[in-house]
């Protein structure tokens, strides 16, 4: 069986991440191993989106309830989308972030040294684990892409540099400066 390489990735910073303004630290570590910030896109989609890209594990959850929360907690405010660019990039990634319980990863990984949350908690509270980021798996890279940057949705683009620069901008990175695509939009309620 041949290695996959995948040279495009996802990564998404959930709510947590953004409301404790970790965004540009975890770039950093992203860009300090070598991956290339390709695209950033600063985004509030809705929950049916969501609801679309998470569909595989709605079955999964032991209570119907802690996806719906789950699915309302990512459409509750503007994420940020990046696209990192470079070899392996999607293992690299996954490697990175650490296992999905915070509880559970090593320090040096993302999850390991900036989580909070445990799955015991959060299953407590019906809720899902609030762990920073959503990572693709290699075998999906592609398609979350193509969802999250390439489809269009019905949106309004507001022009603020001031949230760009808040989410994406880190004077040591540099990341914005870097990103070929930067996008700053919510989701048109109207």
Known sequence: MAILTVNRTLVIMKPDAIQRRLAPSILGRFEGAGLEVARIKIHQFSKPVFEAHYNHISGKVADPRIFQNMIAWMSSMPLQFIEFKGENAAAIVKQMTGPTDPSKAPKGTIRGDFGTDTKEQADKELRSIYNLLHTSDPEDADKELRLF??????????????????????????????????SVSHTDTK
């Open 149 to 182: 940057f390439d489809c269009i949705h019905r949106t309004r683009v507001v022009v603020c540099n001031f949230l760009a620069r808040a989410m994406c901008f880190d004077p040591h990175t540099k990341a914005l400066l870097k990103a070929k695509e930067i």
